[in-house]
């Protein structure tokens, strides 16, 4: 089955839309304490687990809660339902090589990820989507800035701690690889590479997924789309979160 994004990434490093978060080596000082005595030492995103994004597919235990093709804060929120794209925003992207590994082989095999090309053939493997040891492909961890959405009870508000013009926002962490790195990490890719100066917090983005299919199966696909700038209003609010 050609997943893009799935549930159970989190829990189980794997190929395909089941990838497993691997962050940066090093990552700049985001917080160098307050003074008050409260936290000391050099703090960076690596230091930080953000709340994850998950695509509910069609089976999965996910799918027991939540109607497929949604989008799902922590396994427990639902952001949206896939069908109309709404509203995001993109403060940060990485990408990555992961070995393609078949899922049901990982816990005899882990799959090795790295981060360049060149080192993939250092290590004696090569490019491609085709399944088995030595075989990598690439997939993208996103960092987003994403509304709490009009259902959210006062419970889970706490989730959205960012503010602005009335509306609360989480910084969460969406992973796509397979097929779905090319429906929505790559257009996020193209526009920053052929406008490197223009931050990512300037730029507008709306999220929905689709059904896909093949001769075998289908699958949900998350789809991310360009839709404008951001106003400096919301650019100055934006780019206060980093990444």
């Known amino acids: 089955m050609k997943v893009g994004f799935t549930e159970e990434q989190e829990t189980k490093p794997a190929s395909g839309g089941e990838v497993a978060v691997q962050d940066a080596p090093s990552a700049p000082a985001i917080y160098q304490g307050s003074g008050d005595g409260e936290m000391e030492g050099h703090y960076d995103m690596s230091d930080v687990r953000l709340p994850r994004i998950n695509l509910v597919n069609k089976s999965g235990k996910l799918a027991d809660d939540f109607a497929g093709g949604s989008?799902?804060?922590?396994?427990?929120?639902?952001?949206?339902?896939?069908?109309?794209?709404?509203?995001?925003?993109?403060?940060?992207?990485?990408?990555?090589?992961?070995?393609?590994?078949?899922?049901?082989?990982?816990?005899?095999?882990?799959?090795?990820?790295?981060?360049?090309?060149?080192?993939?053939?250092?290590?004696?493997?090569?490019?491609?989507?085709?399944k088995g040891v030595g075989l990598f492909s690439a997939f993208a961890n996103l960092n987003v800035l994403f509304p709490a959405p009009k259902t959210v009870t006062e419970e889970q508000l706490v989730e959205f701690p960012y503010h602005h013009e009335g509306v609360d926002y989480v910084l969460a962490r969406m992973t796509f690889a397979s097929s779905a790195y090319s429906s929505a990490a790559m257009p996020v890719i193209t526009t920053k590479i052929k406008n490197p100066a223009t931050p990512f917090a300037r730029f507008k983005w709306t999220l929905h997924s689709t059904m896909e299919k093949n001769a075998r199966n289908s699958w949900y696909q998350p789809n991310i789309k360009g839709a404008g700038l951001r106003p400096d209003s919301f650019f100055e609010f934006a780019s206060t979160l980093g990444g």
């Not at 709404?86 to 082989?105: A, G, H, S």
């Open 71 to 130: 989008f799902v804060l922590n396994k427990e929120i639902l952001l949206c339902d896939g069908k109309t794209p709404v509203d995001m925003t993109v403060l940060w992207c990485q990408k990555r090589y992961q070995e393609n590994i078949p899922f049901d082989d990982q816990d005899i095999t882990p799959p090795r990820v790295f981060d360049t090309p060149d080192e993939i053939k250092k290590a004696g493997g090569q490019l491609g989507y085709k």
